[in-house]
T-cell receptor, first 115, second 110 residues
């Protein structure tokens, strides 16, 4: 299993500002994933982040709004840029297990509220 | 990835078995069935997965029909701590792209 730490766990932000969320994993992993969970909704994949390459974004998500860094095999950041109230969500980092099962491990999430 | 259909919500008495169904009629031969749950305000937690054989671990059992078009997650002795949203996901192992549906909100009643 993998232990994933996210910072901040929660924050209240002003409209128009940007916030960077950090994700730290206790082991080296090839792929990291960023999800968004809007209030009362299910999880939606934002992007897949591989070390040493550009992140791959899902439909509806763009790099200018959600820039991602992946400087090494244990760390990634997601920035939510120029925030609006519609960006109020829980943002979750996840990694795939390196074993044969292929299951995902998730962090506890970062709950953002944009005023 | 195949689309899944789950009931919106279910109740279960504490100590009884909770049987959570999932339909995945368009599943293809190399797609696995994964189950996760999300307890309020926490990140999703992996429960179990399978391809075509029934699977059991310390948390649950997974029963997959012979035609693989549906499956059932069984929590053998539900407790109040099992109250959560349960997600059934179908994906190719190694695809790394999970599509979460709306899940089933299970409420375990005392």
């Amino acid at each position: 299993s993998a232990v994933i730490s996210q910072k901040p766990s929660r924050d209240i932000c002003q409209r128009g500002t940007s916030l960077t969320i950090q994700c730290q994993v206790d082991s080296q992993v090839t792929m990291m994933f960023w999800y968004r969970q809007q209030p009362g909704q299910s999880l939606t994949l934002i992007a897949t982040a591989n070390q040493g390459s550009e992140a791959t974004y899902e439909s509806g998500f763009v790099i200018d709004k959600f820039p991602i860094s992946r400087p090494n095999l244990t760390f990634s950041t997601l920035t939510v840029s120029n925030m609006s109230p519609e960006d109020s969500s829980i943002y979750l980092c996840s990694v795939e297990s390196e074993g044969a099962g292929g299951e995902l491990f998730f962090g506890e999430g970062s709950r953002l509220t944009v005023l | 990835d195949a689309k899944t259909t789950q009931p919106t919500s279910m109740d279960c008495a504490e100590g009884r078995a909770a049987n959570l169904p999932c339909n995945h009629s368009t599943i293809s031969g190399n797609e696995y069935v994964y189950w996760y749950r999300q307890i309020h305000s926490q990140g999703p937690q992996y429960i179990i997965h399978g391809l075509k054989n029934n699977e059991t671990n310390e948390m649950a059992s997974l029963i997959i029909t012979e035609d693989r078009k549906s499956s059932t997650l069984i929590l053998p002795h539900a407790t109040l701590r099992d109250t959560a949203v349960y997600y059934c996901i179908v994906t190719t192992s190694g695809t790394y792209k999970y599509i979460f549906g709306t899940g089933t909100r299970l409420k375990v009643l005392a």
